[in-house]
């Protein structure tokens, strides 16, 4: 069984560093295509501000001549949905449950452990960036069915931007969630509500010890509960 979430856009370098390992093939061929451009050309790649974009370029530069600092992953993203995961104070049983089940899918590393390290990048699948004439999803989608091929059970708390990256015949095994809140008798979807409760979820998983889709539909956490009415044999509804 594993657990796949995404990235994040912001990350929190104030951690203990740890050491960094090897670049796979793939992750390399990424790299050497950031490396092509300068801080200018980052600036409008990214659309983000020319300090930001200079800032980018410095972690590009330091990743390719080996100085970059790295974090483990699960600690360095620092999103909405990381900073609802309990990643602190964990049991000896939590972290080993972390460890076996929980991947994090990345436009630069591919799909790694939960404490893999990592340094500082921003990218992610929306980048038009082209590595030997392939769009990123096609750069990685081999890579990506690889890391889970021998699964019996997948629970996928990504985006549709990480999901697709998987070939259609994984996409149809992955087991996926959707989190609502009840408002004046309406039933609500939005992207904070999901993005907090993916957090919260994935701890109650780790907490719980859960392995099964059976065990899923008997958590409630931070107010959710499972609801059969709304969901499918592969998509599971948890409303607040």
Not at 91 to 102: A, G
Not at 169 to 185: I, L, S, Y
Request: aromatic letters at 10%; glycine letters at 4%; proline letters at 4%.
């Amino acid at each position: 069984m594993k657990i796949l979430i995404p990235t994040a856009k912001e990350m929190n370098t104030s951690l203990p560093t740890v050491k960094s390992k090897p670049l796979s093939p793939e992750s390399q061929a990424v790299l050497d295509a950031l490396a092509t451009y300068s801080a200018q050309e980052l600036e409008s790649f990214y659309k983000i501000s020319a300090e930001k974009a200079q800032e980018e370029y410095d972690h590009i530069q330091a990743l390719k001549n080996g100085s970059t600092r790295n974090y483990p992953a699960l600690h360095l993203f620092d999103g909405l949905m990381y900073r609802n995961i309990k990643r602190d104070d964990l049991t000896k049983e939590e972290q080993t449950y972390l460890e076996k089940h929980l991947m994090i899918t990345s436009a630069l590393y591919g799909v790694i452990p939960a404490f893999e390290p990592i340094a500082p990048h921003r990218l992610d699948f929306l980048m038009k960036l082209k590595i030997a004439g392939k769009s990123l999803k096609s750069h990685w989608q081999s890579a990506y069915e690889e890391s889970v091929k021998e699964e019996d059970c997948i629970f996928s708390l990504l985006s549709s931007e990480f999901e697709t990256v998987f070939p259609k015949e994984v996409r149809e095994q992955m087991v996926t969630f959707k989190f609502m809140e009840e408002r004046d008798g309406k039933l609500k979807i939005h992207s904070t509500i999901s993005k907090k409760a993916r957090g919260a979820f994935l701890t109650a998983l780790t907490e719980n010890q859960v392995t099964s889709v059976e065990e899923i539909k008997k958590l409630s956490f931070a107010g959710f509960r499972y609801r059969e009415d709304l969901s499918t044999g592969k998509e599971l509804a948890f409303v607040k």
